[in-house]
């Protein structure tokens, strides 16, 4: 039975190598990237059974990335468009190095899924889930995929399902306070928040540190969990009255795209095996630090790689 789904846009992503820049390069990585994805893979990926609900056009581009979200052993439900009439996201990704930042472009005008509609997705897979996970992101898109979030966390609440939000606001979609109206009317559906502190501060208008945070979320949008990431000063979680806090694992990294959608989905596949709290901060944790390892925004790891973290065993396995 699926214990997780999730929904939202899944893009091309297009990269060239490190050190090259977007207007002179030759080469360009592809890869699929998507906040929603992500997540899905990363909790696929420790053995979670993960449904992703998405729009795409029938399309090579479509497909190929149906592909390589299935290849980490995500099942699909996709409302497939006809290509002569829609099309897919992409978005261009340049590696930074200081002190030049990584520079992200995205070209997802219109996308397939900015027409999604409910009834188009198998929402029956939202209802039969232990848990539903979206971010917001989606909202940003358009009107449609806003409605359709709302309708998909409400199914989700009607139906028992354990409904998660990571806020993920991303200034070139929208303006602060129009996403701040938009999460606000959305947090009524939300058992588990999830929360970038800088986030919290510029779009929320939040102050003080992580736990006030936290404890004022909490409080004021009654939240079953919430939990604040603090980048590389770790994360802190209020649960059932109780206050968690998790450093990061040491990792070297060569990517950081998608380490929160990582995070997320380490911290929800522990949550369905019935991980406590501290446990799914750990899981979250050391999940995202393998994925700041690796090239792509997917967290391609195993529960035996996740649990070494845990346990401090690295170095060369032979
Ligand atoms: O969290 C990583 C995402 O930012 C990346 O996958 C692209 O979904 C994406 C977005 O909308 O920024």
Redesign the pocket.
């Known amino acids: 039975m699926t214990e997780l789904v999730t929904f ?4 091309l ?1 297009l990269s060239p190598p490190r050190g090259e820049r977007l207007e002179t390069t030759s080469d360009l990585a592809v890869q699929a ?4 994805s ?1 997540v899905a893979v990363g909790a696929a990926r420790l053995g979670t059974d993960v449904c992703w609900l998405s729009k795409l056009p029938d399309s090579p581009l479509g497909r190929r990335i149906v592909n390589e979200l299935q290849s980490h052993g995500v099942q699909p439900g996709i409302a497939w468009t006809d290509p002569d009439a829609s099309r897919l996201g992409t ?1 261009y990704l340049e590696h930074g190095g200081s002190p030049r930042g990584t520079n ?1 472009i ?1 070209d ?1 005008a219109d996308a397939a899924i900015t027409t999604v509609k409910p009834d188009e997705l198998p929402t029956n897979a939202v209802e039969k889930a232990e848990w539903f996970h979206t971010t917001g ?1 989606t909202p940003a898109l358009s009107e449609a995929a806003a409605e359709t979030t709302t309708a998909l966390l409400q199914r989700a609440g009607d139906a028992g399902t354990t409904r998660s939000f990571d806020l ?1 606001y ?1 200034s070139k ?1 929208w303006d602060p306070q129009t996403a701040r109206a938009a999460y606000e009317d959305l947090f009524e559906h939300i058992d588990t928040l999830f929360v970038p502190r800088r986030d919290a501060r510029k779009v929320l208008d939040r102050e003080g540190d992580a736990v006030e945070i936290a404890h004022g979320l909490a409080t004021e949008f009654a939240f079953d969990t919430v939990v604040v990431t603090r980048g590389l000063e770790g994360a802190v979680a209020l649960h059932d009255g109780s206050m968690y806090e998790q450093d990061v694992f040491e990792a070297d990294t060569f990517d950081a ?2 380490t ?2 990582a995070f997320v989905g380490g911290f929800i596949a522990e949550r369905l095996r019935g991980g406590d709290l501290p446990a799914a901060l750990r899981w979250g944790s050391a999940t995202a630090a393998l994925k700041r390892t690796t090239d792509g ?1 997917l967290a391609v790891t195993t529960r035996a790689e996740v649990r070494s973290v845990i346990d401090g065993e690295s170095g060369i396995n032979r």
């Open positions: 939202g846009e899944t893009m992503r990237g998507g906040a929603e992500n978005y992200v995205y997802r992101i993920n991303r979609l795209i998608g929160g959608d925004d």
